[in-house]
T-cell receptor, first 116, second 110 residues
């Protein structure tokens, strides 16, 4: 079946502009995560959605970052007034409802964001 | 202190060699453990979950040591296709976050 898809695959933007990144999770997956990965760094948790529950935004680095998930499916990550330090690969992952033990996360191919 | 720490490597090993990676975690409330594999400029993919009793999948063996708070990955009979970065991942028994290590780079040399 279809995996997690993300768009665009690459985005180059000027400092100060807003960008929107999109994630289409695997159908039926209720959990959705956004991460970012800078060159040579580990994955940094940004935000988590689970069903209709309030999202866990504890990883968002500043109030310039926000995310929505509409209808429990597609999610968009918005970065306002982009800065050069926002340049990174933004990865989306989805999984089945969290259980014990936790379910595998399936990652999308990522959006490579470059802020010039 | 980071939740998960890994030796970044790089590990350069000849084909057929056995190689082991360790990963330490700082929070004793950690409950779920995984090894993910990430190829260059690709997304991470699950290699294997790590169970308390240890588990094996073909040439790959994962171990968990709760007392010392580390997990390990052993790769036997290394193949060229094993070249990748191996990410250690931990989830606590509370909250929603998965904590990823920065990864250990492996290159298998012909």
């Amino acid at each position: 079946g279809a995996g997690v898809s993300q768009s665009p695959s690459n985005k180059v933007t000027e400092k100060g502009k807003d960008v929107e990144l999109r994630c289409d999770p695997i159908s039926g997956h209720t959990a959705l995560y956004w991460y970012r990965q800078s060159l040579g760094q580990g994955l940094e948790f940004l935000i988590y959605f689970q069903g209709n529950s309030a999202p866990d935004k504890s990883g968002l680095p500043s109030d310039r970052f926000s995310a929505e998930r509409t209808g429990g499916s597609v999610s968009t990550l918005t970065i306002q007034r982009t800065q050069q330090e926002d340049s990174a690969v933004y990865l989306c992952a989805s999984s089945l409802d969290l259980g014990t033990p936790a379910y595998e996360q399936y990652f999308g191919p990522g959006t490579r964001l470059t802020v010039t | 202190r980071k939740e998960v720490e890994q030796d970044p490597g790089p590990f350069n090993v000849p084909e057929g060699a056995t190689v082991a990676f360790n990963c330490t975690y700082s929070n004793s409330a950690s409950q779920s453990f995984f090894w993910y594999r990430q190829d260059c400029r690709k997304e991470p993919k699950l290699l294997m979950s790590v169970y308390s009793s240890g588990n094996e999948d073909g040439r790959f063996t994962a171990q968990l040591n709760r007392a010392s708070q580390y997990i390990s990955l052993l790769i036997r009979d290394s193949k060229l296709s094993d070249s990748a970065t191996y990410l250690c991942v931990v989830k606590l028994n509370t909250g929603n976050q998965f904590y990823f290590g920065t990864g250990t780079s492996l290159t298998v040399i012909p």
